[in-house]
């Protein structure tokens, strides 16, 4: 597992570099991905939130049960390299979202409702898909990632200066008393699960 980093952590504000060729290399960083991903309880993770300034994505947004909720599994993990959209709905509507590298952080963003995104599958395949509902936020706010922008840069400037201060409140928190899982600051320095904390 490789831990997470946290916003303001530079990586995360650059931009993303499209992936060549499909090498182990690269293989090993989705299984990476997903290992943080399942970890850390997410249902999204993009490459710069490992470190790594390349276009790819993983989503796992579980089975939903018949109690309407989800179980997650390492089965249901979905991996998208260099993925791009290629079209979005006219229709926006608003969805809760929260993000790894601002854990505890949740707020309200207005995306279009659908999307088709083109990517490459870990075998070389060129696919597209269209998505709607919570798959379309979650391709959007993890395409996003690849483009060095954070969901708070999608609220409007009253309320992204809120989630900024709580932001602030929650990332000195974590800094004090360690997060849910690994997760690295703005100086690089690892601060460990609370869980494991000695």
Sequence with gaps: MRPILLHPHPTLK???????????AILSIL????????????????????????????????????DGNRTYSPNTTEFFINPEIIWASETIASRQEGCLSLPGLWADVE?????????????????????????????????DHLDGILFIERLTRTRRTLAENKWKKLRADI???????????NTNSLIKNINSRT
């Design 14 to 24: 650059q931009t993303s570099q499209p992936v060549a060729s499909i090498t182990p």
């Design 31 to 66: 299984e990476d991905m997903q290992t943080s991903l399942l970890r850390a309880d997410g249902i999204g993770l993009a490459a710069p939130q490992i470190g790594h300034n390349t276009r790819l994505i993983i989503l796992n947004l579980g089975t939903e049960t018949e």
């Design 111 to 143: 995306r279009p409702t659908e999307v088709k995104v083109r990517y490459q599958t870990r075998d070389g395949e060129t696919k597209e898909e269209h998505a709607s509902g919570l798959k379309a936020t979650a391709f959007q706010h993890e395409i």
């Design 175 to 185: 800094m004090k008393n360690g997060a849910d899982f690994d997760v690295i600051d």
